[in-house]
């Protein structure tokens, strides 16, 4: 069913975000982790739940950290 292309979706954009290390790539992976997460937890299994939850977030604080640092960088240009 969903779990087998929510695992695809999740190994593409893994690969994706090692090869290019993107903003879009590390959402995109937090998506993934999103969603599998939100499938464990529909299946009983809290903890890779909270494992892909965690992920998740981690990866968009540091999608965070990178576009406030770029647009700090960009004010102080005088770019903004």
Avoid: F, H, P
């Avoid at 590390?26 to 999103?34: I, Y």
């Avoid at 464990?40 to 540091?62: F, H, S, V």
């Avoid at 640092?69 to 770019?79: D, R």
Wanted: aromatic share 8%.
């Amino acid at each position: 069913g969903a779990r087998k292309y929510y695992e695809r979706c999740y190994t593409i954009a893994e690969q994706l975000m090692a090869e290019t290390d993107t903003v879009d790539a590390r959402r995109d992976l937090a998506v993934s982790c999103n969603r599998i997460g939100d499938l464990c937890q529909a299946e009983g299994n809290l903890e890779d739940a909270y494992r892909y939850y965690k992920q998740g977030c981690e990866l968009l604080e540091t999608v965070a950290k990178k576009l406030v640092t770029a647009k700090c960088v960009l004010s102080k240009a005088g770019t903004m």
